[in-house]
RNA sequence: GGAGGAAUGGCAGAGCUGGUUUAAUGCACUGGUCUUGAAAACCAGCGUGGUAGAAAUAUCACCGGGGGUUCGAAUCCCUCUUCCUCCGCCA
């Protein structure tokens, strides 16, 4: 199977980028420092500077010593067909010594370039200029409140966890048996629930205009360091060692990745996909009781949608993916709010993310249900999805979006619409339940 | 899993007895001429990235990936990956 791993990025792969930290120092800067960067962090920039100033100088030595050599070549070949063996053997020992300078230049360049590469891959995304400073997820801004009343459930009400027990819906016991903590196992109507949440999101999404994929669910190194999880969330990801493959997060991953050194012709904007996929997480570190029941497992179900667009409407493009989100939302009936994440609280490769979390009503906690992202040229920087206009390439936009993930979603239906009769269907949904109630 | 064959620019496809090839040629694409318009024909252009330069331009790297032989590699050698054919196994 796969035991290479080809060297990611390409060659020059990073040029461009380090174009632009040279041209916007300032920026780029201030946009780590609203992710919390100290200023010993931030000497990284520094260090990619010099580094790519080395480089330059030593490509231009090089480049000018592989010229002389190939002429003096050319000059060789033309010797031996007028049969001037002598001269020929004269000039050869000429590129022989430029040979040796040759193979220093290029080993000291490889060494440059991997360092450099290095720093590169470990520079976050700058953020947003809207973006709020901050260092946890209590600086987030309210983008959206919820402007009507919140359920209130009487004294009775349940938690989900003993409502999948009270109408045998799903299993966390049997997950742990069959599998490990975390590994929720849905029965009956909670196994038709999920079925009829994922059918619905996918209609949804193909009715907004998505083209619908089936993805693979697990993906090579490349593809996750293009979308920027390798090397940051290394140990958050299922590593199969012996092909070297991961399981994917999110299927943002695959998705994405279909573009990975694509030049797109000015036609294919926009470009929307969205897919079903099983998304695995390894979660390492978190215990306790905010993790209970659906709140937080190693594998769970999301319709993922995916947008690459032109730079200049990418942020129009944003928008219209809170709507959709914001419109599943309403459809199911769920009390929701939108954050703007602060710098502290953004993802390694976003600009700038909107977190959609519903209220739950027996739990009495907001539930982050979906994250909406733009990612401008970071992902694409990696990716190498580019398009050419008046003879130039550009990088294009890629934002992704939740719509939606299941298990949180389902602990909020099943804790909001509990009755005495049983668990309500919101109307949206019982076309793909088939059936009106939980009972 | 075993045996054989293959991988060249958007596509097709030459080169593969190592040296004016800066990768032929065709198709597609773009601009122009012609035409009332279109087609055809003709002319020209037509990969990605790096470096130097204000620019014109020059130069370097890339023929699946990596390494090697050689003054010189698409061409020879090693290795990995992928695809095709055949055998085996299999939902």
């Not at 790519?52 to 010229?67: G, H, M, P, V, Y």
């Not at 045998?168 to 999920?194: S, W």
């Not at 709140?295 to 730079?311: G, L, S, W, Y």
Request: aromatic fraction near 8%; include cysteine.
């Amino acid at each position: 199977m796969f035991k290479h791993s080809i060297p990611f990025p390409q060659k020059h792969c990073f040029m461009l980028q380090v174009n632009f930290i040279r041209q916007n120092k300032e920026r780029v800067i201030n946009g780590l420092k609203v992710r919390n960067y100290s200023e010993e962090a931030l000497s990284v920039i520094d260090k990619i500077l010099e580094a790519d100033d080395k480089r330059k100088i030593t490509q231009t030595e090089l480049d000018s010593n592989l010229a002389e050599s190939n002429k003096l070549s050319k000059e060789i070949g033309g010797l031996f067909k007028q049969g001037k063996q002598a001269e020929a053997t004269e000039m050869k020992a000429q590129v022989a010594s430029l040979k040796i300078k040759n193979k220093a230049l290029q080993e000291s360049l490889a060494q440059i370039k991997t360092t450099l590469e290095e720093n590169l891959l470990s520079v976050p995304n700058i953020p947003h200029p809207s973006v709020p400073a901050g260092n946890t997820e209590d600086d987030n801004e309210i983008y959206k409140a919820w402007e009507h009343d919140l359920p209130v459930l009487d004294d009775e009400a349940l938690p989900h966890w003993e409502l999948a027990s009270k109408y045998n819906i799903f299993d966390l016991e049997l997950g742990v048996k069959i599998t490990g903590a975390g590994f929720p196992l849905y029965r009956n109507q909670g196994a038709k629930l999920q079925r009829a949440l994922i059918n619905f999101f996918l209609d949804e999404a193909s009715a907004a205009g998505y083209e619908e994929i089936q993805p693979p669910l697990m993906v090579n190194a490349d593809s996750a360091r293009a979308t920027g999880q390798l090397p940051d969330k290394e140990g958050q990801m299922y590593h199969i060692t012996k092909d070297e493959l991961y399981l994917i997060p999110t299927a943002e991953v695959p998705v994405t990745n279909i573009f990975r050194n694509v030049i797109l012709q000015d036609n294919e904007f926009p470009i929307k996909l969205t897919g079903y996929t099983p998304c695995f997480r390894r979660e390492a570190g978190s215990y306790g009781a905010h993790v209970r029941g659906l709140n937080r497992v190693h594998q769970f179900d999301k319709v993922e949608i995916v947008q690459i667009a032109r730079p200049e409407k990418s942020y129009e493009v944003l928008e219209t993916m809170l709507k959709h989100v914001g419109g599943l939302l309403d459809k199911l009936e769920l009390p929701y709010r939108i954050l703007r994440l602060c710098g502290g609280d953004l993802g390694f490769t976003s600009a700038l993310t909107f977190d959609f979390e519903v209220y739950s009503a027996a739990q009495k906690r907001w539930l982050e249900v979906s994250s909406v992202s733009n990612f401008e040229t970071y992902q694409s920087n990696r990716l190498k999805v580019r398009f050419k206009e008046d003879g130039k390439m550009h990088l294009a936009h890629t934002l992704n979006g939740s719509a939606l993930a299941l298990a949180r979603i389902v602990a909020a239906l099943l804790e909001n619409n509990q009755t005495p009769e049983g668990i309500k269907i919101p109307k949206a949904l019982q076309p793909y339940t088939k059936f009106e109630m939980i009972a």
